[in-house]
């Protein structure tokens, strides 16, 4: 199914984002600025991941969530911008990546998917990853400094991409990479991004504005 209103009507875009609920969200931060400020923190960043990725119409969106899909939060974006909301399915990050992202190719050619704790994305990142994989790519990832990564988007998915990774660790970076590789897949890999997870990202965050 292809929709002609989108640069890449062929592609989709996947948010994940976790349920804002105080407490349990950017804990790491939550420690200098508060639980308060860093939910607040949360909301604000998903908001903004919403507007950026809607807002160039590069191709249909799909914000997946953990907890409640219908925190009002949720269904206002999705009032909002347009989009579905989708609960997040799978024991882990992996599981729960893989089961997007291979259910998203169902129903298109390729397909991105990121978080909302990369301020510092824009369209164009996002665009190139869209193009790379336009171009014939397997998977195209964007590598963050943590050793993680920010973005990853695929035209071909294997499930055992996803297993055997240390998540959260700054080896997922490098794992899921030689994983990729040695599965035969091919993989472009963008510029290198960072996270805000604490205090000191956030300062550099606020810095570069």
């Known amino acids: 199914m292809t929709n ?3 640069r890449y009507p062929q ?3 996947i948010v994940f984002a976790k349920e804002p609920v105080l407490g349990k ?3 790491r931060l939550a420690r200098d600025i508060g639980e308060i400020a860093a939910l607040q923190f949360h909301e604000k960043m998903l908001r903004q991941t919403m507007e950026m990725v809607c807002e160039y119409n590069l191709a249909a969106v799909e914000l997946h969530v953990t907890g409640n899909p219908d925190h009002p939060l949720f269904q206002l974006l999705s009032l909002e911008f347009n989009v579905s909301v989708h609960e997040q399915k799978g024991k882990n990050l992996g599981e729960k990546m893989f089961f997007a992202l291979e259910q998203s190719l169902g129903n298109s050619n390729y397909s991105v998917l990121i978080g909302t704790d990369c301020p510092i994305m824009g369209v164009d990142y ?3 990853a869209l193009t790379a994989l336009v171009r014939g790519q397997d998977a195209v990832i964007g590598p963050a400094e943590d ?10 998915i294997k499930k055992d991409w996803f297993q055997g990774v240390l998540w959260g660790s700054s080896q997922v970076m490098q794992q899921s990479r ?4 040695a599965s035969g897949a091919k ?4 510029q290198t991004l960072w996270d805000v997870d604490k205090i000191d990202d956030l300062q550099r965050w606020q810095a570069s504005l």
Request: proline share 0%; net charge positive.
């Open 25 to 27: 969200v950017k804990t």
């Open 178 to 181: 030689s994983k990729m590789l």
């Open 187 to 190: 993989l472009e890999e963008l």
């Open 126 to 128: 996002l665009s190139n």
């Open 4 to 6: 002609s209103y989108y």
């Open 147 to 156: 050793g993680g990564y920010v973005l990853i988007g695929t035209r071909k």
């Open 11 to 13: 592609g989709k875009i």
